[in-house]
């Protein structure tokens, strides 16, 4: 059988999904999209030395006429849903990197250009595939921990020291004007995807805008939570964001009827159990690292999660029941994503909870589409909310062209 034809938008964090590629026994990378032309160059010397012929494209528009079935899209963060909803139109298959979509409308057009499309949408949500959180969706979905009662998930990742590297000194990087709970999919994903409980309500709440990010040109709050309860009354607590903590933290707990699962604080890899027996209190307690669900990944980025977004991908689309029951869909996609925009409503509302709409149901979706609201101005037009906790977004040029400056000489932040 002919190898799936991948096309690749955004060559920086799309080098993880462009090296699976050379590799892959179904799929195979034909083209590759990105306007910094030091990476098109890079992945044209690749290409040679792999004796691959692959089209390199700095332009979108030229891109998308490439022979394609199928396309990776690590572009901007905020810009995702527009390219997504233009590729299902023109009858490719579509992986998103996070985050899903930038408002509500767009999360309203993005349901429905996949279900118009017929064609596979899959979310790169990799932290729902470390062995920890696999293994937690693994026992949740057996019920060895009855249902879920109260859980916590935690991104934290003082990027600081990185920040020239991921923004390059620009002013209008996504990186550097995102509110504090846009990013929220890390820490909210593996609960949603290991429950397949749906959220129904979310409350945000962050913290200032502190000196060591804003001499760097971030100005939103330091770190965000989305206090989200879901529809079995559960509740989740949500974390993320620029706390001062080495290693940084990517942790879950949670608490369930019959027993509970935690991720181990420090020992990267490794899963607490607590299974309840017939006495309130009495049960057995045991740690231990899980095994992934495929070899292949060990090595793989994020602790070996890489692998399994583009595995789940490919395998959908080739109609395998493991990549329909594993990969991630534009609903649960967005059952992850718009609590983050909603935790921000909230906090610009003063701290007012907010319901987080279910968009299986196309009447839902009429009170939400043009809700434009969030932190992008030029996508949210005058349904603008600043970023910034004061409202004050006066960073000087000057700013910005030190951490120029610092990319360019690859010095941290
Ligand atoms: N899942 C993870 O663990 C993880 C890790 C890092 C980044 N990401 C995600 O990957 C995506 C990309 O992030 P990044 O770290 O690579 O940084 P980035 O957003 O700065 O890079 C995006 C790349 O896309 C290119 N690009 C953007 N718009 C373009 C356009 N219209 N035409 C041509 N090229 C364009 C840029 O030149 C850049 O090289 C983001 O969505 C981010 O959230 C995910």
Redesign the pocket.
């Known amino acids: 059988m002919a190898k799936l034809k991948v096309g690749v ?6 080098r ?1 999904m462009i090296y699976q590629l050379y590799n892959h026994p179904d799929a195979q990378l034909v083209a590759v ?4 032309r030091p ?1 098109l160059d890079r992945c044209a010397e690749e290409a040679k030395d792999r004796g691959l012929k692959i089209g390199l ?4 528009d030229d ?1 998308i006429q490439h022979d394609m079935d199928a396309v990776v ?8 849903a527009p ?1 997504a909803i233009r590729l299902l139109d023109s009858g490719r298959h579509v992986m ?4 899903t979509v930038a408002t509500l409308d767009e999360g309203v057009r993005l349901a429905e250009a996949v279900e118009r499309s017929g064609k596979v949408y899959a979310y ?4 729902c595939y470390f062995n920890t959180t696999a293994e937690m969706r693994r026992r949740y979905r057996r019920g060895d921990v009855g249902e879920l009662v109260h859980a916590e998930g935690e991104y934290i990742h003082d990027c600081s020291s990185i920040w020239p590297q ?3 000194g620009e002013r209008s ?3 550097n004007r995102m509110c504090s709970t846009f ?1 929220c999919t ?1 820490s909210l994903g593996p609960i949603i995807f290991a429950t397949g409980l749906r959220p129904v309500r979310v409350t945000g709440f962050e913290s200032p805008n502190l000196p060591f990010m804003r001499n760097l040109g971030y100005i939103g709050g330091t770190h965000g939570i989305e206090l989200v309860e879901l529809e079995n009354g559960a509740t989740v607590k949500s974390i993320h964001g620029f706390l001062k903590r080495e290693p940084g933290s990517i942790n879950y707990q949670m608490y369930c009827t019959k027993g509970s699962m935690e991720t181990d604080r420090w020992e990267n890899g490794k899963l607490h159990v607590y299974i309840e027996g017939e006495r309130n209190c009495v049960g057995e307690h045991f740690a231990y690292v899980p095994s992934f669900d495929d070899e292949a990944a060990k090595g793989a ?2 602790g070996g ?2 692998f399994f ?1 583009m595995h789940y991908f490919i395998r959908k689309i080739l109609g395998d029941p493991e990549g329909e029951a594993n990969s991630i869909d534009i609903y649960t996609a967005l059952d992850m994503c718009l609590p983050g925009i909603l935790a921000f409503r909230s906090i610009k509302s003063g701290g007012q909870p907010q319901e987080v709409p279910n968009f299986r149901d196309p009447a839902v979706r009429e009170k939400y589409r043009g809700d434009t609201f969030c932190c992008f101005s030029e996508i949210a037009g005058d349904m603008y909310a600043s970023p910034s906790p004061d409202g004050n977004e006066d960073v000087p040029d000057s700013v910005y062209e030190e951490v120029r400056r610092k990319w360019l000489a690859g010095e941290p932040g």
């Open positions: 938008f955004g060559a920086a964090r799309g993880t999209c990105d306007k910094y990476l494209y700095e332009s979108f891109f899209l690590a572009n901007y963060a905020n810009e995702h390219y998103s990197e996070v985050l790169a949500e990799n932290y991921i923004t390059y990087h996504w990186r990013y890390h980025g994020h999660s890489d977004t």
